[in-house]
T-cell receptor, first 114, second 111 residues
Framework: DAKTTQPPSMDCAEGRAANLPCNHSTISGNEYVYWYRQIHSQGPQYIIH???NNETNEMASLIITEDRKSSTLILPHATLRDTAVYYCIVRVSGNNNAGNMLTFGGGTRLMVKP | EPEVTQTPSHQVTQMGQEVILRCVPI?????FYWYRQILGQKVEFLVS????????KSEIFDDQFSVERPDGSNFTLKIRSTKLEDSAMYFC?????????FGEGSRLTVL
């Protein structure tokens, strides 16, 4: 799986949009971009994923550049409960029977402040 | 909403003892995983399991570890002869074909 680069930490004001960047310049054509987050010591939580097109769900939006070498996760109105470590992971989805395992990096520690 | 459940939430054991961590994956999922996270460190992949056999494992998953799906619902991680460095949060996850869903973890403390 391709490696990703994320800033180690970011701050965001409560109620404002949080924009979390991720670089994945070596991503291959069949690899998806996944975002997970981990609040304190809880289990990682799936947020969103995409291949080429921008995606939106009830939690966030994912913007993927046209060359697919980077992406941005957007939390449109960050709340204090969004304080967490956010992981950007690229991997092939649904490949054979390898179990689609995820490889977690260091992620971005997002601190939402009042 | 279906969820992955793990027991126990916290286990304290003496070095050298055997530990079994239990997980109930989401019912229609086919892939099962164990990850661990030592305090302050990254979430590390241990093993994935599909069709009643290990499909992939990391270097961490040595002979000290084993996994089993003893019945149609449970997925267990056994750690034999625990060491101090096995102290960590252990997360179980399951997936159908895409995103993984994680449990809340089992904290293992080895004294």
């Amino acid at each position: 799986d391709a490696k990703t680069t994320q800033p180690p930490s970011m701050d965001c004001a409560e109620g404002r949009a949080a924009n979390l960047p991720c670089n994945h310049s070596t991503i291959s054509g069949n690899e998806y971009v996944y975002w997970y987050r981990q609040i304190h010591s809880q289990g990682p939580q799936y947020i969103i994923h995409g291949l080429k097109n921008n995606e939106t769900n009830e939690m966030a939006s994912l913007i993927i550049t046209e060359d697919r070498k980077s992406s941005t996760l957007i939390l449109p109105h960050a709340t204090l409960r969004d304080t967490a470590v956010y992981y950007c992971i690229v991997r092939v989805s649904g490949n054979n029977n390898a179990g689609n395992m995820l490889t977690f990096g260091g992620g971005t520690r997002l601190m939402v402040k009042p | 909403e279906p969820e992955v459940t793990q027991t126990p939430s916290h286990q304290v054991t003496q070095m050298g003892q055997e530990v079994i961590l239990r997980c109930v994956p989401i019912s229609n999922h086919l892939y099962f995983y164990w990850y661990r996270q030592i305090l302050g460190q990254k979430v590390e992949f241990l093993v994935s399991f599909y069709n009643n056999e290990i499909s992939e494992k990391s270097e961490i998953f040595d002979d000290q570890f084993s996994v089993e799906r003893p019945d149609g619902s449970n997925f267990t991680l056994k750690i034999r002869s625990t060491k101090l460095e096995d102290s960590a949060m252990y997360f179980c996850a399951s997936s159908a074909f895409g995103e993984l869903f994680f449990g809340e973890g089992s904290r293992l403390t080895v004294l």
